[in-house]
């Protein structure tokens, strides 16, 4: 773990392994983010509060397929959900799957459908009052709870919001989306299996052992030879944001310039237990949050992600070792070939810079 820059450039260029997914590794590199290029446009900001042409706004409700659910139940809707018209998973037809060779499928069942997390067209996530908010994280729970037990077929239920068209946004009104599928993504697989190998030789949660690093541990590095220090460790300095309930940490190892993670204090496994009364503070903190991220960048594209312990045979056995969490990824850059071909992420930003520059914003 770092702080401070090399004493004498001051740039920062090392390999960070994520401590979750060591396999997963990212490249720090300052320099390259002092190349020539043309920047990203930010996401355009489209902040009517109502569009007639908009199937997602208030009095459309003719132009979307019929609505799962919504909240409050009487009354005019504040938050509603449908199904997805252009799906990637659907309980819509059963095919078998079939081997031939080592090629082999799965019947691709499942569901796709679209949470329209507000009545306004263009409100931004930290715009939203904090009771609205936790109204959203209560659907994502509803939902995700009728998905589980409609169907034993259902291993995961992937809750995301894509933001901006380069982060996959093809309808500007705010919405999120939710995927429940058969198998376990490859990404929370791994994250999944390596935190049960850590849990079973160290008897403690990794994600809990790293909020705990952020909170108390510091430290400073020497070098050898002339006593200078090289790296300081400051108690706090990947906390972004912090409520009671919950903590808004910067990964050491980020993927994205502006990567940040929220994950509950105590230990918890599955988004699903989290109690009613915890939501407001879980609302709070994303609020707040978002809005940092968008004092320091702007109008930035991004995606979030939930990710909860699966719903598979091995759901309890890794309730001690799994820890949920909810992964904010703005996209300030594009992927760029090395990235692509070699799985390694390129970071252009220094993590503990980016902390400091986050949580300098001054919030009402």
């Given at each position: ?11 920062v260029r090392e ?105 306004e067209h263009g ?148 988004f699903l237990d ?91």
């Amino acid at each position: 773990m770092s702080n401070s820059n090399p004493p004498d450039t001051g740039e920062v260029r090392e390999i960070r392994i994520n401590p979750i997914v060591p396999s997963e590794s990212v490249l720090v590199a300052t320099a390259r983010s002092l190349r020539p290029k043309k920047a990203e446009a930010l996401a355009p900001r489209d902040t009517r509060k109502h569009v007639e042409t908009c199937p997602f706004c208030r009095g459309n409700e003719d132009k979307t397929p019929p609505v799962i659910l919504s909240w409050p139940d009487a009354g005019d809707w504040q938050i509603r959900m449908v199904e997805n018209l252009y799906p990637v998973l659907g309980d819509d037809r059963e095919q078998a799957g079939f081997n031939f060779g080592l090629q082999q499928t799965i019947d691709g069942y499942g569901r796709h459908e679209v949470i329209i997390d507000h009545h306004e067209h263009g409100i931004a996530v930290h715009d939203m009052d904090e009771r609205h908010l936790a109204a959203l994280f209560g659907v994502y729970q509803t939902r995700m709870r009728q998905l589980f037990e409609s169907d034993d077929r259902l291993k995961y239920v992937l809750v995301f919001k894509n933001f901006g068209p380069a982060a996959g946004a093809s309808i500007p009104h705010t919405h999120s989306q939710v995927i429940a599928m058969p198998v376990v993504p490859e990404n929370v697989d791994a994250e999944v299996k390596n935190s049960a190998a850590h849990y079973a030789k160290h008897h403690h949660c990794i994600f809990c052992a790293l909020i705990d690093e952020a909170l108390t541990f510091e430290a400073t590095i020497y070098d050898r030879n002339s006593g200078a220090v090289r790296r300081k460790i400051n108690v706090g300095q990947y906390v972004v944001e912090r409520g009671e309930k919950f903590i808004a940490i910067k990964p050491f190892a980020s993927r994205y310039e502006w990567e940040v993670h929220i994950l509950p204090l105590a230990h918890q496994a599955d988004f699903l237990d989290v109690r009613d009364d915890d939501l407001a503070d879980l609302a709070r903190v994303m609020k707040r949050t978002m809005a940092r991220l968008d004092a320091v960048i702007g109008g930035a594209q991004y995606n979030f992600f939930l990710h909860s312990v699966p719903h598979d045979r091995q759901q309890q056995a890794h309730a001690p070792s799994y820890h949920w969490h909810l992964e904010i990824c703005p996209r300030t850059s594009i992927p760029t070939g090395f990235e692509l071909g070699s799985g390694l992420f390129v970071n252009t930003i220094n993590p503990e810079q980016a902390a400091e520059r986050l949580r300098a914003v001054e919030l009402p």
